[in-house]
């Protein structure tokens, strides 16, 4: 069985090799090539009208093709028909609504920003952080701050002389070194491009700038036309003024929120500090004061010399009262108010 299996595999090899050797044959002889090339573009030419078939059924749209009954449609589409109640949407009342502004119409007063100010405030916001302490010949002798951040004005000496610098004034120092944030407790200087700190001064500097104890301080002469306004006897006022003296000993900058002061020059020199209401209007008309008075002494220290502002600040640590010499409207007049509230009782 083995031999006759391997006879038979031998004599199909051969009727395979004379089958191909045939056809070979026949290939080679031109007739043949003629036959083979044509069968060839035949072949060639019927996948090119296959292909170009299924192009054009692919872009022609298919017939809807309806769904048999015996076909189960999963999730079919509901329509939910409208009540006659039901209530539509009116698409011109969401228009007048506004919902993001009014096309055409200006902002508010109070939002609008100008890019300076922006500018501004962005620049001397964290100014202060990594700055070092200053080595030129200043000394800060007081501030009043304002209630925007980094402005106000300060109280700076330089060779013993004293003066009241606001935000970008320069400094009377060698080089171009500028007044550029004012703080609670310290100032910022712009000094050619790097930022310093001034420190505002110790106690014990500030006790060493006084007089002697007991020596006298010349008192300001009040002009005898000036109208009193009497406001010791009222125990809310005193309240109040008690409360404002601490605050300028504990947190100066929160007085922002009732008073904003700036100073007013007249030919270089100074002549005193105007007065304007902060947010808490109520409370500074309640002391006695209105928008636009020119504060020029307090306890008969006249504030026409940076000096005695020092000398002022610690005065009113222990004053019982405290009494303004002010001019409104080109009118001298006086506020009193107390500053002991057993006395006020």
Not at 288 to 315: E, S
Request: hydrophobic fraction near 45%; include cysteine; glycine fraction near 6%.
């Amino acid at each position: 069985m083995p031999a006759q299996w391997l006879s038979n595999s031998s004599d199909m090899t051969g009727r395979v090799s004379a089958i191909i050797t045939d056809a070979l044959q026949a290939l080679a002889r031109p007739a043949g090539l003629r036959r083979l090339r044509r069968a060839l573009l035949a072949l060639f030419a019927l996948w090119c009208v296959l292909a170009l078939s299924r192009v054009i059924w692919t872009l022609l749209p298919l017939p809807e093709s309806a769904v048999g009954s015996d076909v189960q449609v999963i999730n079919p589409v509901q329509q939910v028909a409208r009540a006659d109640g039901a209530e539509t949407v009116d698409i011109q009342r969401m228009v007048s609504w506004h919902l993001f502004g009014e096309a055409g119409a200006e902002a508010p007063a109070s939002e609008v920003v100008t890019p300076n100010e922006v500018t501004a405030e962005s620049s001397r916001a964290g100014i202060e952080k990594g700055a070092r302490e200053t080595r030129l010949d200043l000394v800060l002798r007081g501030v009043v701050a304002s209630s925007e951040d980094g402005l106000g004005h300060a109280i700076i000496e330089h060779k013993k002389r004293q003066d009241v610098y606001a935000v970008e004034d320069k400094l009377p120092v060698s080089g171009e070194v500028v007044l550029a944030k004012v703080m609670p407790r310290q100032v910022v200087l712009d000094n050619g491009g790097t930022y310093e700190l001034l420190p505002l001064f110790d106690d014990s500097a500030l006790d060493a700038q006084l007089p002697a104890q007991g020596a006298p301080v010349a008192p300001r002469v009040r002009p005898e036309s000036a109208r009193q306004l009497e406001q010791r006897n009222d125990s809310a006022t005193t309240e109040l003024a008690r409360s404002f003296r601490e605050r300028l000993y504990q947190d100066p900058q929160s007085l922002a929120e009732v008073v904003s002061v700036s100073a007013v020059r007249a030919d270089g020199a100074l002549l005193g500090y105007q007065v304007a209401p902060g947010k808490q209007r109520e409370q500074f008309e309640q002391l006695g004061f209105k928008q636009g008075d020119l504060v020029t002494g307090i306890n008969g220290i006249a504030l026409n010399d940076p000096a005695n502002t020092m000398r002022l600040y610690q005065t009113l640590r222990t004053a019982n009262e405290a009494v303004f010499d002010l001019e409104r409207e080109g009118q001298a007049l006086s506020i009193s108010v107390n500053l002991d509230s057993g006395a006020a009782q």
